[in-house]
């Protein structure tokens, strides 16, 4: 019998280039946001009269943040398959309660936003033991618990009104160097190496370190992972023997956490405190359609906050655009609504090109 003639290894540079083209197809969703994003913020730079300046974007980068990080709050039950229906109501109650306790000294203004924090975070976890403890789904249990927080905002600040540090407040919707030249530390951005980030908007750095200090750890964790991991097929998830529960409660708590410091930037954004309950509606909304603008997948087990960072901004980029060419704002949610149907749609046109289900997941 003649001997088998063993088959010939792999190239490197072909697995390489393999390897590389099976990331950009799992990342088409979030590279079309991407593009789609970018062709619209440069319509609307070319078309400002004062495009591409520092204050534009400081401007842009304010507008976008709130809803930046309630759309990270809706990421996190969305990649279990789920909902969370609460996610702006927490936003308003974080909101509330800063208006009353962010002011005074270094030490109560430092107390006061960790007090916010902790708040939004409490919230998310109460979410979380009303999912897996009430054995009820997180749409309907949300629903409820998005209710009860707009009712504690609304008897903290039944009429607009309160006060926050005017100083935190002015250093947080600048640019780095105005933010380190108002506690002082101009000198530091003085010398050459520093100098090239002090026009970069707070707003922008403050996200970049939420996303690597808070998701990219979560993440990387086993809880993080079994998130994934429930979304994309419960049941197998449990027969690993993955720690479900917890990971569930870890997640609320992580949406929790980004909805309130959503929260605490808008009360630092506006200086005041405001029980708005159609802007509450209006975020939990608009963080679903950052999320599915941003290639999160709403069967769970798919996407990432990056994406839905991408959304949000895609879904500011729209309104920035409607006031450049002076669109009657009464149109803006039709038009969101269509980049939304047209974003749900090609996600479902790619979940049809599948011959089996499990391919999603390779």
């Known amino acids: 019998m003649a001997d088998a003639v063993a088959a010939p290894a792999a190239r490197p540079g072909r697995r390489a280039g393999a390897n590389w083209g099976l990331r950009i197809r799992q990342r088409l969703d979030l590279l079309a946001a991407v593009a789609l994003f970018a062709a619209l913020y440069l319509v609307y730079q070319l078309n400002h009269p004062k495009g591409f300046t520092s204050q534009i974007f400081i401007q842009n980068a304010n507008e976008a943040f709130a809803l930046a990080l309630v759309a990270m709050a809706q990421t996190v039950p969305v990649l279990m398959a789920g909902l969370d229906l609460s996610v ?51 749409i309907i249990a949300t629903l409820a618990t998005g209710a009860i927080y707009i009712g504690m905002a609304l ?73 994934y991991a429930i979304g994309s097929s419960e049941g197998a998830a449990y027969m690993s023997g993955l720690p479900l529960d917890r990971a569930k409660l870890a997640a609320f708590t992580v949406a929790g956490l980004f909805a309130g410091l959503g929260g605490l930037f808008l009360a630092l954004q506006t200086s005041s405190g405001n029980a708005d309950l159609p802007q509450a509606g ?72 599948l011959s089996n289900r499990l391919e999603v997941f390779r």
């Open 88 to 138: 702006g109501a927490i936003m308003n109650l974080v909101w509330c309660i800063e208006s009353h306790i962010v002011r005074g000294g270094p030490a109560d203004i430092a107390l006061g936003l960790v007090v916010c924090v902790l708040a939004g975070a409490a919230c998310g976890f109460a979410n979380g033991c009303v999912v897996v403890y009430g054995r009820i789904q997180p």
């Open 155 to 227: 008897f903290l600040r039944p009429t607009p009104g309160g006060k926050v540090d005017e100083d935190l407040s002015w250093a947080m919707a600048s640019d780095i160097g105005e933010a380190a030249a108002t506690f002082g530390f101009e000198e530091a951005f003085e010398t050459t190496w520093l100098r090239p980030i002090a026009v970069l908007p707070v707003p922008l750095v403050l996200l970049a370190l939420i996303v690597l200090l808070v998701w990219i750890p979560f993440n990387r964790t086993i809880t993080g992972r079994t998130v």
């Open 282 to 353: 209006a975020y939990t909304l608009n963080s679903i359609a950052a999320v599915v603008i941003g290639g999160t997948s709403l069967l769970g087990g798919s996407g990432s906050v990056v994406g839905s960072i991408v959304g949000a901004f895609v879904l500011r980029t729209i309104s920035f655009n409607f006031r450049i060419f002076d669109v009657d704002p009464l149109l803006q949610p039709l038009f969101e609504g269509l980049v939304l149907l047209v974003a749900v749609s090609l996600s479902g046109l790619s979940m049809l090109r």
